[in-house]
C-alpha cells in the first residue's frame, strides 16, 4: 500500500472572518428583533436552535451507530461527524437566552392558564417549569457527556492508535443511542410539541429524529465534497464513500416521507379534534402550501433525484440535492413552530434570516475549528484499511 | 435459452490474479470472456467491462404501474363499484388519498419486488436445471476465466496463448458450456 499522509485542514482567514460576520448579524437582528416583536424573534430562536442542536446531536448519532455496527467503511468520514459533535456545548450555552422566551413561547409556563384550560390542567405534572428545567440540565448532561467522550477516545487514538478506545467507545455508543431515544423525543416534545400543549402525538419524537437524521447526512455529504474538493481528504474518502452517504440520504428520504405520512395518516384517520388540531393549522391559509412544499421538496425530489446509481456518485449532484435538504428541513422546523404564532399568514422575514445566519456563522464556526485543529481523518483506528479500500 | 457453445478456459490460484488477467483480457480486445469465481470479486464488474443491469428501470417502472394501479383499485372498489360509507370518511380521490397511500404502498412493493426478481431470472436465463460444468473446483478454491467461441476472430490457439501469457496455472478447452 503506498504511504497515505495526512493534510491538515486550513481554516483560512476569510472563512473565518464570514462565520462571524454570520454571528454578528444574529446578534445584531436578535436584539433589533427582541425590542420590535419579542414572540415572534423568540419563535425564530427556537427554530433556529432546534435545527442546529440537531445537527450537533446528529453528529453524535452517526459517529454511535458507525460504533455500535463496527463499521468499517465509514471511519474515515467519522471524523467529520465528530466535527459536529463539537456544537452540542455551545448549543448548551445557546440554551440561555432562550429560558428567557420561554413566557412568550409555551402558554403553559403561565401556572393560572395552564391551571383553567382543563386538558392542561391534567398535564401539569409533566407541562411545570420546574420539571422542564430538569429535564432541559439532564438531557444536556447526557449528550454533553457521551458526545465528549467518544470524541475523546476517537481523538487520543491518533496519537497512540490503541485498539482498547474502539471498545470503550462501542459501550459509550450502546448506552448514548439508548439515552439518545428517549432524550431527543422528550426533549422534542418539550421545546416543540408543547408549543400547542393541547396537541399530542406519541410519533412527534421519531418525526423530529427522522428530519434530524436526514439532515445530518446532508451536511456531512456537503462537509466531504467540500474537503474532497480541497484536497485534505485525498486517498481518504472516495467516491464510494460519497455514495454509500448519499444512498443513506436517500433512504432517511424515505424513512422521513414513512414517518411524517404514518403520523398524519392516523391522525387523519381518528380524527379526534385535539389530534387534528396540529394538522387543521397547517392547511388553513397560506400554511397548506408549506405543508404542499414539504411533501414536494422534502420528500419527492430528493427521493427521484437521488435514485440513480450514477446521481449519488455525482459530487455537483450530490451537492445540490444535500442543499436542498437542508433547505427543507428549516422549512419543516419552521413549518413545526409558526402556525403556533401566527395562524393562516405564512410570516418569514429578516428576523429568521438573520436569526437563522447566526447559527449557521456559529455552527460553521465550531465545526470548522475542530476540523483545523485535528486530523480530519481518524488516522490510528484499526478499521481505517477497510475505509481505505471501500468499494461499492 | 442461449445455445451453449465452446471455448477456452484458464485457471488462477486466487482472486487478485483473476482481477488483473480479467482487466489484461479486456485491453487486449476481448469482451465476450466471463469470470468464474466461489465467491464475488470487487471490481470484477469493470475488469470485464460488464455494462450496468437494465433492472432499476424495470423495479422503476414496475413500482410505477404498481402505484398507479393501487391508487386507482383503492378508489374503484371503494369509491365506485361499492361505495362504502367508513365512518363518514370522504370517498372523492383527493379527499380520501390518505386512506388509499397504505394500499399503494404495498401494491408499489409487491409489483416492483416481484417484477425485479421476475427480470433478473429473464436477464440471467434462469431457471438453468443442467448448467455445464467447467470444472467443480471453481465453486471451492479456483479462479476461472472462460473465452467463449463467440469472441471476434476467436481461435482457440489464440485465445490459449493469452491465458497461458496471463500465467494461467491451467488451461482447457471446454466443448459445451
Redesign the interface.
Known sequence: MAELSLKKYEFSKGAKGATWACIFVGVIVFLLGLKGDAERTWHAYLMSYFYFLSLGLGGVFFAAINHVTSAGWSVSIRRIAEAFSAFVPIAMILTIPLLFGTEDLFKWFNAEYAANDYLISKKTAYLNPTFFYIRLVTFFAIWIFFAHKLRKNSLDQDKDGDPSKTSSNLTYSVLFLLAFALSYSLFSVDWMMSLEAHWFSTMFGVYTFAGLFQSVLAMLALFIIYLIKKGTLQGFVSQDHLHDVAKYMWAFTIFYAYIA?SQ??LI??T?LPEETLFFMMRIKGDWFWVSMALIIFKFIVPFLAL???AAKRNFAHVRNVAILILLTQVLDNFWLVYPNLSTDKVIFGYIEIGLFLGFLGAFLLVVHTFLAKHNVVAIKDPRLEEALHH?V | MAKRVSGVAGFWPDEYKLLDAAKKTYAAGYRQFDSLSPFPI??MDDATGIK?SPI?WVT?FAGLTGASFGVWFTWWTSAVNYRLNV?G?PLGLLEAL??Y??IVFELTILFAALASVGAMFILNGLPKVDPPIIDPDITSHKFCLFIPETEDGYSAEKAENHLKSLGATEIKRVAEF
Request: charged share 15%; aromatic share 24%.
Open positions: 405520512f398524519f395518516m387523519w384517520y380524527n435514485a440513480p446509481r468499494h | 470487487h471490481g450496468r432499476p422503476f365512518a370518511k390518505p386512506g397511500i397504505p
